[in-house]
């Protein structure tokens, strides 16, 4: 089952579907006590607007997102705040008639995964009761503290010498040294130069520029340093030439104004897992093993998930490019063209521009 995920605004309005996940629940243990519908349906009302108003006064900076199935049919909705040691879920729910059948577990691998890529603590709190608890634990969520009613659960990242991420600074790389050749998980060796001359060679033909130059030791990514429009690239001190795709990546889906600057931003969360799909896109382009962008020492240990989930469909920011008029759209009669493109490098106006969904991996 493929999930898609989209912004929506909070409203304290009954009509909405943030609304009737809440309403449904309450109107149930209302009913288990005998109170009448009428009496019911105004009492859960009033406590939607509190509730409401008490998240948008707690949680200002808080987003409401909707969870749909690929044809549109909403079925659950979170809500999810930034905080500064990561993000915060707020409020999740799954309508009655779709609970049990992974939604939950997909959504929360993928927040998961947006999570460990940026390096970031996962909290949530949740009731002592709540069946929920067993998934956040097998999930990788513990429990850091309590009170009598709930438990506040943090999911945090690993973090080892030999565990790094293409998105992060790579720890326990001072003392590595480039490899001739690119050796794959099949025991298969590719040439480096011929790797490097290949994303050269693709990046100047879609309009980012390549300076080759001698980098400070300190690049948040060994050998590469993102700039106006390009990289300065240090093939002597550049560990693995997937990065390059990855980073490349970065520039492409970010807007040209952002693009152009001195000093490129590329804090987005959203450019992020846009950047993913992208440089999975350039890889295949390229005619190169996935394992060229995805290597095992980067993306904290979730490469193997990464190579595999494109493989067979499970494909993380994919809509993020559909929506920045990167690649096609599927409709009822005719799959997207990804991993092929319609264009490599974002425009200032995209021609399907709307709010942005997020892919979400399958189960």
Avoid: C
């Avoid at 579907?17 to 009033?46: R, S, T």
């Amino acid at each position: 089952m493929q999930i898609t995920l989209q912004p929506e605004a909070l409203t304290p309005e009954t009509g909405s579907l943030a609304y009737q996940l809440f309403a449904v629940d309450k109107l149930a243990e209302f009913a288990a006590i005998g109170l009448p519908q009428p009496q019911a349906e105004a009492l859960v009302q009033m406590q939607w607007r509190g509730r409401t108003l008490t998240y948008a006064n707690q949680y200002p900076g808080a987003e409401d997102w909707t969870i749909s199935l690929e044809d549109g049919t909403p079925v659950g909705r979170y809500l999810l705040q930034k905080t500064p040691q990561g993000v915060r879920m707020v409020d999740f729910a799954i309508l009655p008639e779709w609970r049990g059948q992974g939604i939950g577990t997909q959504v929360l691998q993928q927040l998961i995964h947006n999570t460990a890529t940026n390096g970031a603590v996962f909290s949530l709190r949740v009731e002592k009761n709540n069946r929920a608890l067993n998934l956040y634990k097998r999930l990788g969520f513990t429990i850091v503290s309590s009170d009598e009613i709930s438990f506040e659960m943090e999911w945090k990242p690993e973090r080892s010498a030999t565990t790094t991420s293409t998105s992060d600074a790579q720890p326990g790389t001072e003392n590595l040294k480039p490899e001739a050749h690119i050796t794959l998980e099949s025991g298969e060796t590719l040439d480096r130069t011929f790797v490097l001359d290949r994303i050269f060679a693709f990046l100047r033909e879609i309009g980012l520029k390549v300076h080759l130059a001698e980098l400070p030791e300190d690049t948040f990514i060994p050998g590469i340093q993102i700039v106006a429009n390009g990289l300065n690239v240090d093939v002597d001190a550049l560990l693995y030439p997937g990065d390059l795709l990855h980073e490349a990546g970065h520039l492409a889906v970010m807007l040209p104004e952002h693009r152009n600057l001195d000093v490129p931003p590329t804090g987005d969360a959203g450019e992020e897992i846009a950047a993913i799909a992208w440089s999975y896109a350039a890889v295949v382009h390229l005619d190169l093993p996935p394992e060229v962008v995805f290597h095992p020492h980067g993306y904290r240990g979730t490469s193997n998930t990464l190579i595999h989930g494109f493989a067979n469909g499970n494909r993380p920011g994919l809509p993020l490019l559909w929506w920045m008029g990167l690649t096609t759209q599927p409709t009822s009669e005719t799959p997207s063209i990804y991993p092929k493109m319609l264009r490599w490098v974002r425009e200032t106006t995209s021609p399907v521009e709307t709010e942005p969904q997020h892919e979400l991996l399958h189960q």
